[in-house]
């Protein structure tokens, strides 16, 4: 009897242990959702959990407190093109060939043979689309639908490539500014008001169309771009002027592609990813944001360039209410989101690292030894090496002592030489103020040491030193 009874309680516990277990491995099988909102222009200081006192950002906020902020988060570049590349592929943009801004009716653009965050996952079953800027070429073989993307509605480059923005004078008469819908051109705007509101309710559907399977949601919002456009239930709003409102629009949206997910019942087991292309444009005054604390701002590698906010929600998979200081770039995000969904990374070199551990909080290390700042056309200008932050050489822009723009208008940039080695202690000099270089020449030559293996692989222009791992930008004949 004793025996009978033990021998029917081992079923009975073993059968539970095989629930659970079949329980746990189904949960596994489920894929992560991945909404990717990225704005463009928008300062460090442009959102309240990072310092804004005059801008209500609420979602933004609540988003901060339910998941994880990074502190150290940098762009891949300080411009718009090259940025966006390095997000989507994982790759310095120099790796891939990519620099600067691309002008409309360029004749090159991403590289079909570069895997994307799209196509990476779309291998993985998931339904994508991108609702917004695009900017990695506007020829038909280079928009997003011939690089993973099944859906696309937005613009193929900067809100101001337009003959309707005076303030840039001639330089920028290009014709009227595109909207697509897919590859066709579904109509041409003049007044972008409502284009915020577009791109949301697009998103919004997007997610209602596909809450019975794994997507990628890409919102590249084309606003705080100059020139700004808000509709009018956030018209006024702020206590920032014209672009605080946009922020607060901006806020708005996130804050429906949350409540969307919530009424799907998708929020525990989606990734929202909140973050920036490149620091302000600063010559625009008013019509600019603020990267304070930080020094200078976009189009330069000074962290006001290249420092943006950065909140991550994954209730199912990150712990909330918590803040890291470690450096992660935009090049760690496809690797990163390759890990958190059991996705191949691409078959080419990458420059990105998952930083998944750092996020769950079993390391305080980055997986990278260093971060390289690069701009114009293949010149390093910089390199983050824990608390460090060195520069060579170089010449940049700067608004310092100089007008700034209002209301639209820009200011005139003056450009001024890095004539020798710089180096700042990030740690206790966040303004990057007192140049140290020569109180730690050890440290300098550490990181001389990692830039030159840097150089072989990527060159540096300014050496004028070719890499030996460059790919080529796409391009048409």
């Given at each position: 009897m004793i025996r009978s009874l033990s021998l029917f309680i081992l079923i009975i516990l073993l059968?539970?242990?095989?629930?659970?277990?079949?329980?746990?491995?189904?949960?596994?099988?489920?894929?992560?959702?991945?909404?990717?909102?990225?704005?463009?222009?928008?300062?460090?200081?442009?959102?309240?959990?990072?310092?804004?006192?005059?801008i209500l950002t609420p979602n933004l906020d609540r988003m901060a407190g339910e998941g994880v902020l990074l502190t150290s988060f940098y762009a891949a570049q300080a411009v718009c093109s090259a940025s966006r590349a390095g997000l989507l592929t994982g790759c310095y943009p120099n790796r891939i060939g990519i620099h600067n801004a691309f002008m409309p009716d360029s004749k090159i653009g991403l590289h079909p043979s570069e895997t994307t965050i799209a196509e990476m996952l779309k291998k993985k079953g998931y339904k994508t689309g991108i609702f917004g800027k695009w900017h990695l070429g506007d020829h038909p073989d280079f928009l997003p639908t011939n690089h993973g993307f099944d859906e696309y509605f937005g613009i193929p480059y900067s809100n101001d490539m337009w003959p309707f923005h005076p303030q840039q004078g001639p330089v920028f008469n290009f014709g009227p500014l595109p909207l697509y819908e897919n590859e066709r051109v579904v109509d041409t705007l003049t007044d972008q008001s409502q284009l915020t509101t577009q791109i949301t309710e697009r998103s919004i559907e997007f997610i209602n169309r596909n809450k019975d399977r794994p997507f990628f949601l890409y919102v590249p919002h084309p606003q705080p771009h100059v020139p700004l456009f808000v509709s009018d239930k956030f018209r006024g709003k702020s206590g920032r002027g014209l672009y605080g409102d946009v922020i607060m629009e901006i806020d708005w949206s996130v804050g429906e592609i949350l409540e969307a997910l919530k009424a799907n019942n998708l929020t525990d087991n989606t990734i929202v990813i909140f973050t920036s292309d490149n620091g302000p444009w600063l010559s625009y005054g008013?019509?600019?944001?603020?990267?304070?604390?930080?020094?200078?701002?976009?189009?330069?590698?000074?962290?006001?360039?290249?420092?943006?906010?950065?909140?991550?929600?994954?209730?199912?998979?990150?712990?909330?209410?918590?803040?890291?200081?470690?450096?992660?770039?935009?090049?760690?995000?496809?690797?990163?989101?390759?890990?958190?969904?059991?996705?191949?990374?691409?078959?080419?070199?990458?420059?990105?690292?998952?930083?998944?551990?750092?996020?769950?909080?079993?390391?305080?290390?980055?997986?990278?030894?260093?971060?390289?700042?690069?701009?114009?056309?293949?010149?390093?200008?910089?390199?983050?090496?824990?608390?460090?932050?060195?520069?060579?050489?170089?010449?940049?822009?700067?608004?310092?002592?100089?007008?700034?723009?209002?209301?639209?208008?820009?200011?005139?940039?003056?450009?001024?030489?890095?004539?020798?080695?710089?180096?700042?202690?990030?740690?206790?000099?966040?303004?990057?103020?007192?140049?140290?270089?020569?109180?730690?020449?050890?440290?300098?030559e550490k990181i001389k040491q990692l830039a030159n293996a840097m150089r072989y692989k990527l060159g540096d222009s300014l050496m004028e030193l070719e890499g030996t791992e460059n790919r080529p930008v796409g391009t048409i004949e």
């Open positions: 059968t539970s242990c095989k629930t659970k277990t079949e329980e746990i491995d189904s949960k596994e099988l489920i894929p992560p959702n991945v909404v990717l909102i990225f704005t463009d222009d928008q300062g460090y200081q442009d959102v309240g959990v990072f310092g804004a006192d005059d008013n019509h600019a944001g603020s990267a304070l604390p930080f020094r200078e701002g976009k189009g330069t590698a000074w962290e006001g360039g290249h420092r943006e906010p950065f909140i991550i929600r994954y209730p199912e998979g990150l712990k909330g209410e918590r803040t890291i200081d470690t450096p992660v770039m935009a090049i760690d995000i496809l690797p990163t989101i390759a890990e958190l969904t059991g996705s191949d990374l691409p078959v080419h070199t990458i420059d990105g690292k998952s930083v998944l551990k750092l996020l769950k909080g079993k390391t305080k290390e980055s997986p990278q030894e260093a971060y390289y700042f690069y701009y114009r056309v293949n010149e390093l200008h910089g390199v983050r090496y824990g608390k460090w932050k060195l520069y060579f050489p170089h010449n940049y822009r700067t608004m310092e002592g100089q007008q700034p723009g209002k209301d639209g208008l820009p200011g005139n940039y003056i450009h001024l030489d890095v004539k020798e080695i710089e180096l700042y202690d990030l740690s206790n000099d966040l303004g990057e103020t007192t140049n140290v270089a020569s109180d730690y020449p050890e440290v300098v």
